[in-house]
């Protein structure tokens, strides 16, 4: 079966919690007519299933609301909540010489990246300045997918990450984390293993622990990704009512 995970990263719940709940794998394509279903047990003897059935070619209707994953810049309609208003990106590229403590040998600190917004591959190597030889390095890629156009009080925030290492030299990658600047330390998002400041490879939808607040008219916050190496991307939002 696939299993939906809290934000701790369980799939059997025996513990409080509230929070949303999402499948470590997406949904696979099926065939018309076939059928599967969706169980909650919800312990005791007590289920609740959902029943579907594939279909294809089906119209989306007018009145089903709003794409919570539209990407900034699209179509959002009139809605109450925080909308996306543009996008920064910081640098994090940098050759930073280095002096091995107690002797005269001399390192390159070299971090560059590759690709873009969304897709991005980071590489933090450290060479010997003489020889040019690789002492210690790493890179990995991320992607992950634009959070939504507008975020609406009450609701969780949720994207798709993943992050992979491609090689490894007795490094690992940097922290990878997102964060909604609300509260004092932020509204974190994590992963299926309920992780919020991620080292290890995954590949699954990240989310909020807690719901967004409503805000004022003209008050702005923003999301940061932050990719490690110092590379970040920042989505700025403001409040709008209607």
């Known amino acids: 079966g696939l299993f939906l995970y809290n934000t701790r990263g369980e799939n059997y719940f025996r513990k409080d919690f509230s929070s949303r709940i999402v499948s470590d794998k997406v949904v696979e394509k099926g ?88 897709d ?20 990995y890629s991320v992607k992950w997918t634009d959070p939504p156009a507008v975020l609406m009080a009450g609701e969780r925030i949720a994207i798709q990450y993943e992050l992979r290492t491609i090689t490894a030299a007795s490094r690992q990658p940097d922290f990878q984390s997102v964060k909604f600047d609300q509260g004092a330390s932020g509204l974190f998002l994590y992963n299926t293993r309920g992780e919020n400041y991620c080292l290890k490879d995954f590949s699954s939808r990240i989310v909020s622990d807690k719901v967004v607040e409503k805000g004022t008219p003209g008050k702005k916050r923003s999301i940061r990704v932050d990719l490690g190496g110092g590379y970040h991307f920042i989505y700025n939002y403001e409040w709008k009512e209607y």
Do not use: C
């Open 120 to 139: 991005m591959e980071i590489a933090k190597n450290r060479f010997d300045q003489k020889t040019g030889k690789l002492l210690a390095g790493v890179t």
């Open 31 to 118: 065939t018309p007519g076939k059928k599967r279903r969706i169980t909650v047990n919800l312990g005791g003897g007590f289920l609740a299933i959902y029943e579907y059935e594939w279909k294809e070619a089906i119209e989306p209707s007018a009145n089903a609301g709003i794409d919570r994953d539209t990407k900034p810049g699209t179509d959002t309609r009139k809605i109450t909540g925080w909308h996306f208003t543009d996008s920064t990106f910081t640098d994090g590229t940098a050759t930073v010489e280095r002096v091995l403590a107690g002797t005269s040998s001399r390192m390159n600190d070299v971090t560059k990246f590759r690709g873009g917004k969304n």
